[in-house]
Every structure is written in structure tokens, then in C-alpha cells.
């Protein structure tokens, strides 16, 4: 029966995105951890084995899982630090000699 749920979970995640990568494992009472994870990080859903059971067959129940597994692909996403070029560091010239500094080559003429 376990190996069962591991099925159709694996073909949902799959369906999502190929390259995502995904954990079930049994946790306390009726339910399933599922971990999903991308380089970005990871995030996790629990799933009841009846959510499963009636996910075996395609239709709604098979697309409500679907889509919590994409709320946790997106919360991966949304907590990468977002780039603001704005708060990098100044970097300040050293006096190093460069191509403008007239410090590299021949000097022109």
C-alpha cells in the first residue's frame, strides 16, 4: 500500500516539474510527509492516505494535490533573497594601475 502512494505522488510531482526533486515518507498516524525540493531550498506538505487514495484516480482530488505541491514549489521561490542592487557594498577604487590609470602597455601617442 505504501509503495502505492509513492507512485501516484511521484507521477503528481512529476507532472509539475521533472527536475524537482521529491521525498515521501510516513509520518504519525494517517498521514504522508512530502518533501519537495529545488535549488533554492525545500518545503513541505502533509498529505492524508485517503488525499492519496482518492488521488489513484485522475480528477479532482488528484489536482488538489497537484496544486499544493505547486503552493510548495512556489514558497521555494519566494524565499530566495531578492537581488537589490541598491544595497551591495561600494566598492572604492585602490589607485591599482589599470587601462585607464595609464598603468598597463606602452603609453600612447
Known amino acids: 500500500m505504501a509503495q502505492e502512494h509513492q ?8 507532472s509539475i516539474d ?3 526533486e521529491w521525498e ?4 504519525q498516524g494517517d498521514t504522508v510527509r512530502l518533501t519537495v525540493r529545488q535549488a533554492g ?4 506538505i502533509d498529505v492524508t492516505r485517503s ?3 482518492a488521488a489513484s484516480e485522475p ?3 488528484r489536482n488538489r494535490i497537484r496544486e499544493r505541491v505547486k503552493r ?3 514558497r521555494i521561490y519566494d524565499a530566495k533573497p531578492a537581488y537589490m542592487p541598491w544595497r551591495l557594498p561600494k566598492i572604492e577604487p585602490i589607485g591599482a594601475p589599470g587601462p585607464r590609470g595609464g598603468g598597463w602597455g606602452a603609453p600612447r601617442r
Do not use: M, P
Open 7 to 14: 507512485l501516484i505522488l511521484g507521477a503528481i510531482v512529476r
Open 18 to 20: 521533472k527536475k524537482l
Open 59 to 61: 480528477g479532482a482530488d
Open 24 to 27: 515521501a515518507l510516513s509520518s
Open 41 to 44: 531550498g525545500e518545503a513541505s
Open 72 to 74: 510548495a514549489q512556489k
Open 51 to 53: 488525499e492519496v487514495a
